[in-house]
């Protein structure tokens, strides 16, 4: 049987809390699927990968996007409603994808997982990103579409329908 893992990406403070530098708008029942996701794969004794935007001041990304996330800083920590348990694992990254510069194809390799389930936001950015470069590495991917979520919900089908047809994710 091929390992599976669930992948919670950039639910974090600045995107899905009001207060949030980058809030993506009402954010209630992404965390509530999220959340729902996250005890599935836990009962099945799952791994469980937080992937956290983590940024130093000078980032690239500030040219596009107002600065978010920045490490250490109350945006960039893990809403309390999702928080992580002791034995699952943190990642923090500082580009879209969250393979880019980490060591996340490493963690997968040596826990044995093949198959990723891809949960967070943003629909079109990091998620869309971090599916490409998957399958581009040849992990089976899945992505629900009430687990994903955009603050432009037509970049935010446009990403599904890309991750569907382009990538071979298979979109639920
Ligand atoms: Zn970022």
Not at 63 to 86: R, V
Not at 142 to 159: G, I, L, Y
Request: glycine share 4%.
């Amino acid at each position: 049987m091929m390992t599976k893992a669930l992948l919670v990406v950039d639910m974090l403070r600045d995107f899905v809390d009001e207060k949030g530098a980058l809030y993506i708008g009402d954010s209630s029942a992404i965390i509530q699927n999220v959340s729902a996701r996250l005890q599935e794969h836990r009962n099945a004794n799952n791994p469980i990968i937080y992937i956290v935007d983590s940024h130093l001041p000078h980032d690239a990304e500030f040219n596009l996007f107002p600065p978010h996330s920045l490490k250490g800083e109350w945006g960039e920590e893990i809403i309390d409603n999702l928080a992580p348990h002791e034995k699952d694992i943190i990642i923090p990254k500082r580009r879209y994808s969250a393979f880019f510069g980490t060591d996340l194809d490493l963690t997968l390799r040596e826990l044995g997982v093949k198959e990723l389930e891809l949960t967070g936001v943003v629909t079109q950015i990091c998620i869309l990103y971090t599916a490409a470069d998957a399958r581009m590495l040849l992990y089976d991917v899945e992505v629900r579409k009430n687990c994903v979520a955009s603050f432009d919900e037509e970049a935010h089908e446009f990403a599904l329908k890309e991750m569907d047809k382009t990538l071979g994710v298979n979109v639920i």
